[in-house]
DNA sequence: CTGAAAGCGCTAACAA
DNA sequence: TTGTTAGCGCTTTCAG
């Protein structure tokens, strides 16, 4: 829903705006008036007025206010069963009238738990842009731990001055669990976090045949889903760009298509494989790759969606007309999926869900750290855009 | 670059992969076997074998290797400058023996300070796909905090319950400093935060003329470059389609488009304004809503990239040809204006710097309080890709 | 069911 | 320059 606003009643707004307005290569750093406001004064006198309590409460305020001891709201805050309804009472209404909220470092000194669950990003700095994959297992995981008290820290771990700065970080117990979102077949990480004992959850299998929880789309039933569609619809000279064989995705990506195209009698299009990196120039390369050693296909699987980006783009080059000569259907189901030119038809797999369900294991971990590693894989979806 | 290796050569590693294919719509969470590997047994007796020390080193420990006081440990750690040549020595050999790490909690009780920041995310759940923007900030706040050891903690705030949770967070004292990325003028947020006395930083501008340091793309500079461009071009009937006014994004672009209009001598193309929401369908809507008023518009200025889109859409629609009939330039620079079709020409904004800005800045105030109220202003750029 | 007391690991006076 | 001594705010036995 947008506003129907006329034109024109925007100029009130406009008197607050600073005429700054840098147009070489470096920021220009105004400063405008002083940013503390009229708040009470800073130094150590009491003026007459309101003072501002400088501290926060403790639980030896509440516990003076309610009555009883320092242990008992302890009870009462962390929910202990063993408190008079009146001690309760009393204690509940305290905490309420000062505001009181725990000291999350006093406890952790105490616990051993920190409250605070890592994400480890894993990515190379020159994917780092177009990659909505991250932000949708973030805003996932950020979802599932708004149910929790949980807080979610951010770990870079590129290179190896950050690798090894993330892993000192949590193999000295400053989080709960970690959860790792690593693009690329490097495992050290993984690894490494598992010999420090915290709690992991990866998004995809680890290829290493290590048992390590972990969530993923069901990457070889989506390729499935691919061939079939192509396949119901008429190609019957299928080929794929698959990802790099170091990721599972990659792997499981072009397992699906060889196990759909061989069952479906069709062996030699198993065979019909170029091995792209999951960016769009790589995709283009192999899809002339393609073209040049198997002229006749009229199908393409790109198993990622910039892939298949680039196959649209070298099939044109190519002169072949899509989907008229040639088909594409590509993975992941991204904004760029719907813009394409023309639309590109793909395999949808749900990100946020993934990061949900990752922090879900991860919980469950924490919980019984002795419970048998468990995997989930979600589903995915043909999103058919264009007639392929 | 990808990897040209021939296919059939992923046969090997597939010997891993579980053949678990969920196809309907709930996960299928397979269990297989046991997760924590054949480590040192967890219960009380301590076995023959080596035992893993259970418990991180702490001051105390290096102390006592390094045969000084945990003052002098602690007077090492923090780069005190008293502290005899042998001394140092001696204990960072211990550190370094027994891979001593300060525990962050033990600290941050006694230091009231927390090494740790919090980006608060105020954002409508319905934006939530389809938006580089909150990526590409994360990516640069990132960046510049790996430079420190500030931790980088994410805070949702969408919603009354999640808000309070954010506002008791930073109000006690959890977090050193905010970084609040407001997509919409709500501005509770902000007042509330800065009432609390906590270093802030936001993404944008405060409409309500409060000081606050904020970092911001020159978005008053980048219309003007879309509206002379547009001009440079040939065009002479132009009209745009602005964000919501209450926000300074909506309101500077507005307000740049309108001032490049009039200082060019076309004040009625300054008036030729509509108000859209930043979603594509908005874009469409408004675009509609121009074409009818101003039949012979020959430009839309779309202050956004998927009105961008939008407008696109509503011109296709309408008839008309992009570029030849109508020229559109968007604002916004993402992977989707490369892949429009008609290619857009789009105002760039650097959104990673934008995030590196806003640390920067934070950390200054962190420094000192008291400084006077910054700005940056991050200039703009104009991205052909069409001969609009 | 409740309170007293003992720290968790660290920093920051204050003495020496 | 160094060590000693108090705590920071909280949880958690252990008595009562």
């Known amino acids: 829903m947008d506003s129907l606003k006329g034109e024109g009643s925007a100029e009130e707004t406009l008197a607050a705006g600073s005429a700054t307005g840098a147009a070489g ?70 905490i309420a009238q000062l505001g009181y909220v725990p000291n999350r470092a006093a406890r952790s000194l105490v616990t051993r738990r920190t409250d605070t669950i890592v994400l480890i990003v894993h990515e190379r700095p020159d994917t780092v842009f177009s990659d909505p994959f991250f932000a949708n297992v973030l805003r996932g995981v950020d979802e599932a731990l708004s149910a929790t008290d949980l807080q979610l820290v951010l770990l870079q771990a590129q290179g190896e001055v950050k690798r090894d700065r993330a892993l000192r970080y949590v193999g000295n117990g400053h989080a709960d669990g970690v959860l790792l979102i690593s693009l690329h077949g490097d495992d050290v990480l993984p690894k490494a976090i598992r010999a420090s004992g915290v709690p992991l959850v990866m998004a995809g299998r680890l290829l290493t045949g290590q048992f390590v929880d972990y969530v993923d789309a069901d990457n070889v039933g989506g390729a499935r889903q691919a061939v079939e569609h192509l396949l119901g619809t008429g190609r019957r000279r299928l080929a794929t760009v698959a990802g790099p064989l170091d990721m599972s995705v990659g792997v499981d990506r072009l397992r699906g298509y060889r196990e759909a195209t061989t069952e479906a009698g069709d062996p030699a299009a198993a065979g019909r494989v170029a091995v792209g990196d999951f960016t769009e120039a790589g995709g283009q390369r192999q899809t002339a790759r393609l073209l040049a050693k198997y002229p006749d296909i009229d199908a393409v699987f790109a198993a990622s969606d910039l892939m298949a980006l680039g196959a649209l783009r070298a099939l044109r080059e190519a002169g072949r007309r899509v989907p008229d000569d040639v088909a594409v259907v590509g993975f992941d189901d991204t904004a760029l999926a719907a813009y394409a030119d023309p639309p590109l038809t793909t395999i949808r797999q749900q990100v946020e869900r993934m990061g949900q369900e990752m922090v879900r294991l991860l919980l469950a971990r924490i919980a019984d750290p002795d419970r048998e590693a468990a995997e989930v894989i979600l589903p995915t979806e043909l999103v058919v855009r264009a007639s392929a």
């Open 25 to 94: 290569a470096s920021p220009a750093t105004g400063t405008t008036a002083a940013a503390r406001g009229a708040g009470p004064a800073d130094g150590a006198g009491d003026p007459a007025g309101v003072s501002l309590p400088r501290r926060a409460p403790t639980l030896e305020a509440v516990a003076e206010l309610a009555g009883v001891s320092r242990a008992t709201v302890s009870r009462v805050v962390n929910g202990s069963l063993k408190v008079s309804p009146e001690a309760h009472a009393a204690v509940t209404a305290a």
